[in-house]
C-alpha cells in the first residue's frame, strides 16, 4: 500500500473503467487524458485498485500528473485485476459492497468511462442511489468515439416507454469532452 495523502485534495472523483483496454486506441488515451486533468487540478481519483487495462491507464496518469490515487479492491479480484500497489492509498477489501460502499464515500462526483459489465453495474448503481437521494453528488457518463451512442438511444427508449422519466434522465451527464464533463462534475459537486 502507498502512502496516505498528506495533502488534501481539491476535489475526489470516483471513475469507473475497464479492466481491459478495449479494441480501439482512444479509450486508454481518453483514460490517460482523464487521469492527467485530474492529477493536473489536484484531484484525487478514486476507483477499483486495479493495474490492468483502462483502470491502470488512469491511475498511472492521475499519479504522474501529481493526483492522488485512492484504489479500492476486493481480496478476490487482487490477483485477477492485478491490484495496483503505487496507489497512494490502497483498500484490499472482503467484498464488492465493501469496495462500493468505500468509493461512494470517498467520492465527490462519479464518472463513467468505456468498461464491461461491472463498470455498467457500478454506474447505474449510483444512478439509481442518486434518484434515491441516497446521495446528491453528480454522476456523468463520458461517450467515447460513440460507444455509448446505443445506450444513449436505448435509455431515451426507455422514457418513451415511461419506465424512468426525464427528471431521472436529467441526474446523468452524457458528454463526448472529457474536460468539460469533468469541470461540469465538479463544479456540481461544489469542489470547483
Known amino acids: ?57 488512469l491511475a498511472n496518469a492521475t499519479l504522474a500528473s501529481g493526483g492522488t490515487v485512492v484504489g479500492v479492491i476486493p ?4 490477483e485477477k485485476e492485478w491490484a495496483h ?6 483498500h484490499i477489501v472482503d467484498t ?8 461512494a464515500e470517498r467520492a465527490d462526483a462519479f464518472l463513467a468511462l468505456p468498461g464491461g459489465i461491472g463498470t455498467f453495474e457500478e454506474f447505474f448503481e449510483v444512478w439509481t442511489w442518486r434518484q434515491l437521494g441516497y446521495h446528491s453528488k453528480p454522476v456523468g457518463l463520458l461517450n467515447v ?20 422519466n426525464d427528471w431521472q434522465m436529467q441526474l446523468i451527464r452524457v458528454d463526448t469532452d ?9 463544479n456540481d459537486a461544489g469542489q470547483g
Open 145 to 164: 468515439a460513440g460507444l455509448y451512442d446505443g445506450l444513449s438511444a436505448f435509455l431515451q427508449a426507455i422514457v418513451g416507454e415511461q419506465f424512468i
Open 75 to 78: 481480496k478476490a479480484l487482487v
Open 96 to 103: 464488492m459492497h465493501d469496495r462500493k460502499r468505500i468509493m
Open 1 to 57: 500500500m502507498g502512502a496516505a495523502c498528506t495533502v488534501t485534495p481539491a476535489f475526489s472523483i470516483c471513475v469507473y473503467c475497464g479492466s481491459r483496454p478495449g479494441a480501439q486506441a482512444v479509450y486508454a488515451e481518453t483514460a490517460a487524458a482523464v487521469g492527467r486533468w485530474i492529477g493536473e487540478h489536484g484531484g484525487q481519483l478514486v476507483y477499483g485498485g486495479g493495474r490492468n487495462g483502462l483502470m491502470g491507464v
Open 85 to 90: 500497489h503505487a496507489c497512494t492509498e490502497l
Open 178 to 186: 472529457a474536460e468539460r464533463l469533468l469541470q461540469s462534475l465538479i
